[in-house]
């Protein structure tokens, strides 16, 4: 191979290349960005049976809004923290009201009511952490309960 002839597959290649990813799309895999925007909460006082103490359920209104490709919004978790000790006590139930899942395209928003059941005493919790699952990620979003109990 003579250096002439080198030189011009070196720019054949470069050509091919350039025209490649030129006709390729970007993102090749699955884009996920989606995020969570707590609207509002309520705390309500709960008796759940004879003999227990009081326990609370937080129901939790949220945005969530999509930016990437489609994803489905398909768990909720909750956790109450003390702040004081940082002692975890993982809700008794979290469920989504209304459709269990929630599929979004790029470009939508919906609105998302959680609820999150605390069947002990609660005087010593300050937040509650909700864990959002969707495709392929997790978002996490605090929500403070200190004005809300008292």
């Not at 884009?31 to 609207?39: A, E, G």
């Not at 959680?114 to 392929?136: F, H, M, N, P, Y």
């Amino acid at each position: 191979m003579t250096k002439s002839s080198k030189n011009q597959n070196d720019n054949g290649s470069a050509e091919l290349l350039s025209f490649l990813s030129s006709i390729l799309p970007e993102n090749k895999g699955y884009y996920s960005c989606w995020n969570v925007i707590l609207k509002n909460s309520e705390v309500r006082r709960i008796f759940p049976s004879a003999g227990m103490r009081q326990g609370i359920m937080v129901r939790s209104r949220l945005v969530i809004e999509n930016l990437g490709d489609r994803v489905t919004i398909y768990q909720a978790e909750g956790v109450f923290r003390n702040l004081a000790d940082q002692q975890i006590f993982p809700a008794d139930r979290t469920a989504i009201c209304g459709k269990s899942f929630r599929v979004l395209d790029k470009g939508d928003a919906a609105s998302l009511t959680i609820d999150a059941w605390l069947l002990r005493d609660s005087r010593c919790v300050k937040q509650l952490e909700l864990i959002i699952r969707g495709t392929g990620s997790h978002r996490k979003i605090t929500v403070p309960l200190q004005r809300l109990l008292s």
